[in-house]
């Protein structure tokens, strides 16, 4: 029997209901799992999975929606997978035909392609450095000794780039689902730094 995942979920599991965590990791585990298995091995893509549920459960009071939830899962068990190819210095596993087939309303479930294009068009309308940082900082998951090195400033001036960037995106992101995602992309890159 297929459980139903619900916001309603999310309050019980915010106060620590073992139930309600066990609710959502029936509920979403193979979306997690497969997604971080289009990036690492399978027995790597577990072990990422695992972390990525670990992760959530030591962070629960972060959560306020089942999207939130699920934005987080995504974008930290694809970060976590990219950690463990760079950690291990593991080849990139090539999706075969041995993929699960998921369908429409998975991937409709999975992400909010509306939101991220919103989030991506407020970060395009940002100075042409906030990009570069926040580019660097949130979708290559570089520290900022690493981006400094790249953009040729200091550590200070990195930091300063990214807070000054993330409080324009904060005020330029009206609608709560498009914030939660950019959340979800923050609290994994912080995690990860």
């Given at each position: 029997m297929e459980k139903v995942l619900t916001d309603s979920m999310v309050a019980s599991f915010r106060e620590g209901n073992e139930k309600a965590f066990n609710s959502l990791y029936d509920g979403l585990y193979q979306l997690v799992l497969y997604n971080a298995s289009k990036i690492?091995?399978?027995i790597t893509a577990e072990d990422v999975t695992a972390l990525t549920f670990a992760t959530l459960w030591r962070k629960r009071l972060n959560f306020n929606s089942l999207s939130e939830i699920r934005g987080?899962?995504?974008v930290a068990s694809r970060n976590a997978a990219i950690n463990a190819l760079?950690?291990?210095k593991i080849?990139?596993?090539l999706v075969g035909d041995d993929i699960p087939e998921y369908s429409e309303s998975d991937y409709i479930t999975e992400i909010d392609f509306e939101a991220l294009e919103r989030i991506i068009h407020a970060i395009k309308e940002l100075p042409q450095q906030q990009q570069n940082v926040l580019n660097l900082a949130f979708f290559e998951g570089l520290r900022n000794d690493e981006i400094a090195e790249i953009l040729n400033i200091s550590s200070k001036t990195v930091r300063n780039i990214k807070t000054n960037a993330l409080s324009r995106?904060?005020?330029?992101l009206k609608n709560p689902e498009d914030y939660a995602m950019l959340y979800a992309i923050i609290t994994v890159s912080i995690y990860h730094a």
């Open positions: 690492v091995e399978p987080f899962l995504m760079k950690k291990n080849h990139l596993h995106l904060r005020n330029a």
